[in-house]
């Protein structure tokens, strides 16, 4: 025979139902709606990346240079030189700049994995010629008032690629003046030149082996629905 709850404790339990209930209709609508935005607002938020992605092309590689469609003309790759360590499988982005389909320039992402507050995600161009068409900082987390000079708009440090070779893999122009290399330190902060210039280097060494077989690469832009796969957000994070 079931057992009767005592007035009081039926009206607690039914209140208690009644109050489930209403939490899990709130909590469905609510979810419907983040559902909705995200949809309506997704196409958006693609351009809004697609069209920051162009803009950091841009500044590192000349537009009156190329006349392709250079986020939709890219190639994956993977390589320790590019930041990859033995168990980050992370899968770099190359995009390909051609004038009437001859290519000029070739921009590859790449992590230097030893900033002072962890990984510096870089965008880098290199001209078939292997010097530097430019270079720019897509991501960090170095410290504001030292690290972050290697934001442009935080000083024009990051500019001093421009136009440099690297003559071979013992270059030893390749570092800081303290080091006495070619490219200049922030006052009190060494360790965070120090690693972007070491991912430069290795970047341009993978270039200088692969830049013929990356060309022979499938184009992943045009693969997957055919829409452009954008590199690292072009953002900084202090």
């Not at 190639?75 to 001859?102: C, E, F, H, M, P």
């Not at 991501?139 to 000079?149: A, F, I, S, Y």
Request: hydrophobic share 35%; with cysteine.
């Amino acid at each position: 025979m079931a057992t009767k709850l005592p007035k009081d404790n039926t009206s607690v339990y039914s209140a208690v139902q009644k109050n489930s209930k209403i939490l899990a209709i709130f909590a469905i609508v609510c979810t419907a709606i983040v559902g909705l935005v995200n949809e309506l607002t997704a196409d958006k938020i693609k351009a809004q990346e697609q069209l920051q992605l162009l803009n950091t092309l841009h500044s590192i590689i000349e537009p009156n240079r190329y006349n392709n469609d250079i986020t939709q003309d890219c190639v994956s790759l993977s390589s320790a030189l590019l930041g990859n360590s033995t168990t980050d499988q992370k899968v770099q982005t190359a995009y390909i700049a051609r004038q009437d389909k001859q290519v000029v320039a070739i921009a590859m992402t790449s992590t230097a994995p030893d900033g002072y507050n962890g990984n510096i995600e870089l965008i880098i161009a290199i001209n078939m010629d292997n010097s530097v068409s430019g270079v720019r900082v897509l991501k960090h987390q170095e410290t504001p008032g030292l690290g972050d000079k290697i934001e442009l708009r935080k000083s024009n440090w990051i500019e001093s690629f421009t136009g440099k070779k690297l003559l071979s893999e013992k270059d030893n122009r390749w570092a800081v003046t303290k080091d006495n290399g070619m490219f200049d330190q922030f006052t009190g902060a060494t360790i965070t030149p120090r690693a972007i210039i070491k991912a430069v280097k290795k970047t341009l060494l993978y270039f200088k082996d692969n830049k013929h077989t990356l060309l022979t690469r499938p184009n992943i832009c045009l693969n997957e629905n055919n829409r452009a796969q954008p590199a690292s957000e072009a953002h900084n994070e202090h």
